[in-house]
């Protein structure tokens, strides 16, 4: 297999230099760009698999290079937030991000991120259609016949739990924002009702997560939305 | 609606218009026996018809009829032979008189109403003017203290007297220092309702007060001191209404115009300010970021891991001290909205490094959705977390309960640590910089504890810390649980 090639967005040298020395020992292979102009050039000659951006660049807003990225690209794009702001992450996961790291962050974080986006990557563009089977922990879900196991057992959903749950799986580890679930799940005009997913969510956990309150699948990105971890590549 | 004396005192008729017109007359008379040695008698009627239509427009309707009918007398007792009689002898005269008396009558009362139309027009002309100076006046004027030197020095005169406005202070009521009666000043402010001379209420007072009211609300009062002058006309009492609206209008507007700059200097201290934030956020974290990120490539030694350590302490140090910046700011913006309490715990738990600490959560899944700003409340959660980590042994257990008894939530944290030392004064923890024990070796400023109970009081709740039996340290907070909003039922399938 070809090593990934990999693109890192960001303007500050020692950052930039840490992040390519973590995902060279990685064994991938890494392009550097200081600012939006050279990120934009990049992207399109590179040819990268994955994008690691920083949002504040000097240049332009990290969200328009997502958004132009995103015109002719679908590689990963992982977005390195300094900022306090969670609608800034909302607002780049909407642009077209796929997931982000809250500055500072560690070694082992970033590169368990960017392995899960390029897994995500390589399923989507080698099946196209991701198996009707899933599983998570002791969870099996089977998109085909909305059947939900746990463990050996059946699991009883209501249909907005198990659309909830398949949006998620669909997903594929990807953080999906409220406003993105809301809209799968419950349609355009729940867009701002914030607390359904909440409440539903919060049924989720008690039927499939052994703590609720310490999810290890259903993780919380709190106010940004919420991703499925620890998905099983099927066999 | 302006409530004030609706009677409009008529113009006193003035008896000595009667005078001249029967002066008039004679004069009249005196030039016909002049003019009659070279003209026809014919002709001299038209001299007195000239009179009358000059004395009633001079002098009115009244004066016009008199002079009408003393013309004819005069015309017949002088002129028609017999003179110095009132018999005629040629009968053809009294026709002459009756359309003489009828002719002089018709332009007489015609020429009246020209006179008062003029004389309205001239009235409403100056009114119109005095308005519209006034107006020019207020239109330009930025401050309270503009308006009320147009009253001193316009419309005082205008009204024959000494005008004042009352402006009440920030707290609405009127300052005593000021002139005129404060209590009445203060009344009609409130009632929206003249007072004074000449109204209903407190007629003996020797002012006049009348509220300035707009759509909106009473803004201030204006007193009217004539001292013995004569009641006002019905042009003043017209010129009186305009002003008040007018008044009204223009501090109202300077009201506003005050308001809208207050916004904006808040909105640009808002602004200054969170961009000294974020960028003070963004210096301190990119260095963060860097030897965090160098330290962690130095693998798995200790020092490595001391450094990623307190590269993360370093952070919530940060982090605190961004949150205390920006609740001590005024008019801190809390980000409301319904959470699930667990949710808020996992991900506080996922933040903090417990190592190898056993954490036991008892959240009751029926727990009503609570409205908090899940930033800050998460930092104090983190804050309680971090504290229980850096008092106790590696080996404790963390416990959090969460459960809720009428309109209050109970968070319980608790640990089974060594808990807080002996003879300290435990609510004094949560003082600005306090800790359990001075210069102690376990980093932090005390920052954690007091910006919690500042996050927690701003959510309208409360943070008490208590000792636990027989050992360790307990953290309460009481949040009100408020009323969820409603969350469509499905049907269960």
């Known amino acids: ?235 | 609606m302006i409530p004030y004396p609706a009677h409009i005192p008529s113009r006193p008729f003035q008896y000595r218009v009667l005078v001249y017109a029967v002066a008039a007359c004679a004069f009249t008379t005196g030039i016909a026996a002049l003019l009659l040695r070279v003209f026809d008698l014919s002709n001299v009627v038209m001299v007195f018809l000239l009179t009358v239509m000059l004395v009633a427009l001079r002098w009115g309707r009244a004066a016009g009829a008199l002079a009408a009918v003393v013309a004819v007398a005069s015309f017949d007792f002088f002129f028609v032979p017999p003179v110095w009689s009132f018999h005629v002898s040629d009968t053809q005269y009294l026709f002459t008189f009756l359309l003489m008396l009828v002719v002089a009558l018709i332009t007489g009362q015609l020429a009246a109403r020209l006179r008062a139309e003029a004389v309205g027009a001239a009235a409403g002309e100056r009114r119109a003017n005095a308005l519209a100076t006034v107006a020019t006046d207020l239109s330009v004027a930025v401050q309270d203290e503009d308006i009320a030197r147009i009253c001193d020095t316009r419309i005082g005169p205008l009204l024959d007297g000494k005008v004042t406005l009352l402006l009440p202070g920030r707290d609405e009521r009127m300052p005593s220092s000021g002139h005129g009666d404060t209590g009445i000043a203060q009344w009609v402010l409130e009632e929206g309702l003249p007072a004074g001379r000449g109204t209903e209420t407190l007629p003996a007072n020797s002012a006049t007060y009348l509220p300035l009211t707009t759509p909106l609300r009473t803004r201030g009062v204006l007193m009217l001191e004539r001292g013995a002058a004569q009641p006002l006309d019905a042009e003043q009492l017209g010129l009186l209404r305009a002003f008040q609206s007018l008044l009204a209008l223009a501090i109202e507007r300077v009201h506003f115009v005050e308001v809208a700059h207050e916004t904006q200097l808040h909105v640009e201290g808002e602004r200054l300010r969170n961009a000294l934030l974020s960028a003070v956020s963004h210096d301190m974290r990119t260095p963060l970021t860097a030897i965090r990120g160098m330290a962690g490539m130095l693998g798995e030694s200790e020092v490595a891991q001391a450094i990623v350590n307190q590269a993360d302490r370093m952070q919530r140090q940060v982090t605190n001290l961004l949150d205390a910046v920006r609740l001590q700011s005024e008019g801190v913006r809390l980000d409301l909205q319904w959470h699930a309490l667990d949710e808020l715990v996992g991900s506080a738990l996922a933040a903090t490094p417990l190592g190898a600490r056993q954490v036991v959560v008892d959240i009751p899944a029926e727990l009503p959705l609570v409205e908090l700003d899940a930033t800050l409340f998460e930092h104090v959660l983190v804050n309680l977390f971090d504290n229980a980590t850096k008092y106790t042994p590696g080996d404790a257990t963390l416990y959090i309960r969460a459960g809720h008894t009428g309109s209050k939530l109970r968070l319980r944290v608790e640990d089974d640590g060594p808990g807080f030392p002996p003879g300290i004064d435990i609510q004094a923890l949560f003082a600005e910089f306090a800790r359990g024990t001075r210069e102690s070796a376990v980093p932090g400023v005390g920052l954690g504890l007091s910006l919690s109970r500042r996050i927690v009081e701003a959510h309208g709740g409360s943070i008490s810390a208590s000792r636990r039996e027989p050992h360790g340290a307990c953290f309460d907070i009481l949040l009100a649980t408020g009323e969820p909003p409603a969350v469509d039922l499905e049907d269960p399938a």
């Open chain 1, 1 to 235: 297999m070809n090593k990934p090639r990999i693109l890192v967005v960001e303007d500050e040298t020692d950052i930039r230099r840490f992040l390519r020395l973590a995902l060279e020992r990685e064994d991938m292979t890494v392009f550097e760009a200081g600012d939006a102009l050279q990120a934009r050039i990049d992207a399109a000659s590179r040819q990268p698999d994955l994008i690691v951006l920083d949002l504040g660049l000097p240049d332009d807003d990290g969200k328009a290079v997502i958004r132009d990225v995103r015109g002719w690209s679908s590689a990963p794009i992982i977005v390195l937030s300094a900022r306090e702001s969670e609608a800034e992450k909302v607002a780049a996961l909407e642009s077209g991000a796929d997931d982000y790291l809250v500055k500072p962050f560690g070694v082992p974080e970033l590169v368990a991120r960017v392995r899960a986006q390029l897994r995500r990557a390589s399923l989507a563009g080698a099946r196209g259609q991701a198996s009707a089977i899933v599983r998570f922990g002791d969870i099996e879900v089977n998109l085909a016949t909305h059947e939900v196991a746990r463990g050996s057992e059946a699991v009883h959903l209501t249909p907005i739990e198990f659309r909830l749950l398949a949006t998620l799986v669909r997903g594929q580890g990807k953080v999906l924002t409220h406003r993105q679930l809301l809209i799968d799940v419950w349609g355009p005009g729940h867009a701002s009702r914030s607390h359904y997913v909440r409440v539903y969510m919060a049924n989720l956990r008690q039927k499939l997560e052994e703590q609720p309150a310490r999810p290890r699948h259903l993780v919380t990105e709190l106010q940004v939305g919420y991703r499925l971890a620890g998905i099983v590549e099927s066999s």
